[in-house]
């Protein structure tokens, strides 16, 4: 009798059970990469691909009529992505597209003009390409219009952002734009071999270190080159970031978005406090304030 209950247990178990959706990162290894497809974009403003590691077709266009968008679309200022899966599974697929097709940005949530299934956009590569993530629930046909401006807005304040670190020698945080608080990571609760995890990549972390002037102060964590002899640094791992420490791990921060502004004016504080080129990058910026 025993025996029975527990196999009918289980049973219900293996039936109730959700099945956990696959996840295909594809990232470059897809042909809209290819010096080919950009030529061919750049000069007829369309191109398409089907992709080798799932059934799915994707085409980029500079006016509705590339993608099959019936209606009154302004198409200056914005070019289009169509999105075209043919298969039954539920997965996450992501891969990037080189920034001739379109400048990188932040963007969550971007609805679809046609379908029901939005996509993220998040630059990689430091702006070289962008990030397109999408959930798709079976067969997935969508079409979404990218506005150029956005993309330019991110151009120049990822420019600008450059040009204090050259003139500085101060690393800014990643600014993305939301206003989340801050999620913390206690000191000493990671090292090499115990890693802390934190389910983004695209996230902004910081840790705390200690100041010129004696304070502390929070720094981007930098990616790992070689764990054993780095501070803190972090690495990719699929859907998730990994953070490691090789001294006595310092106190981590992090949040999915933040506040521009308010993070801006933070860092700026932070460098005219702290380090004489900041004073004088930024003193001649605001008036040697």
Same mark, same amino acid.
């Given at each position: ?156 304040? /990822?420019? @600008? =952002? ?5 003139? +500085? ?8 734009? %939301? !206003?989340? *608080? ?11 071999? /115990?890693? @802390? =995890? ?5 996230? +902004? ?8 002037? %004696? !304070?502390? *102060? ?72």
């Amino acid at each position: 009798m025993l025996r029975q209950l527990v196999l009918l247990v289980l049973a219900a178990t293996l039936v109730t059970a959700p099945v956990a959706a696959t996840t295909t990162t594809i990232d470059t290894s897809h042909p809209l990469t290819d010096d080919a497809h950009v030529e061919t974009f750049e000069s007829e403003g369309v191109t398409s691909a089907a992709f080798a590691q799932v059934d799915l077709n994707v085409t980029v266009a500079e006016d509705h009529d590339g993608v099959g968008l019936d209606g009154f679309y302004l198409d200056t200022g914005n070019v289009y992505l169509r999105l075209d899966y043919d298969e039954t599974v539920d997965r996450t697929i992501r891969f990037y597209l080189p920034s001739e097709y379109f400048a990188p940005r932040v963007q969550r949530t971007l609805e679809p003009k046609r379908g029901n299934t939005p996509v993220s956009l998040t630059p990689v590569r430091d702006g070289e390409m962008t990030a397109v993530s999408i959930d798709v629930d079976g067969q997935t046909d969508a079409t979404y219009a990218i506005s150029t401006a956005a993309g330019g807005i991110w151009s120049i304040r /990822s420019s @600008a =952002r450059e040009k204090a670190e050259n003139q +500085t020698g101060w690393e800014f945080p990643t600014l993305a734009g %939301g !206003g989340e *608080q801050w999620q913390y990571i206690r000191a000493g609760s990671y090292s090499t071999s /115990s890693p @802390a =995890r934190i389910n983004d990549t695209s996230a +902004t972390i910081q840790y705390e270190t200690s100041a010129p002037d %004696g !304070g502390t *102060q929070w720094l981007p964590v930098p990616e790992c080159d070689d764990p054993s002899t780095q501070a803190v640094c972090s690495l990719e791992e699929q859907n998730a970031t990994i953070i490691m420490s090789s001294q006595d791990s310092p106190r981590i921060r992090y949040k999915s978005s933040t506040d521009l502004l308010s993070d801006l004016g933070g860092a700026i504080n932070d460098l005219r406090q702290t380090d004489d080129r900041a004073k004088d990058f930024f003193g001649s910026l605001f008036g040697g304030a």
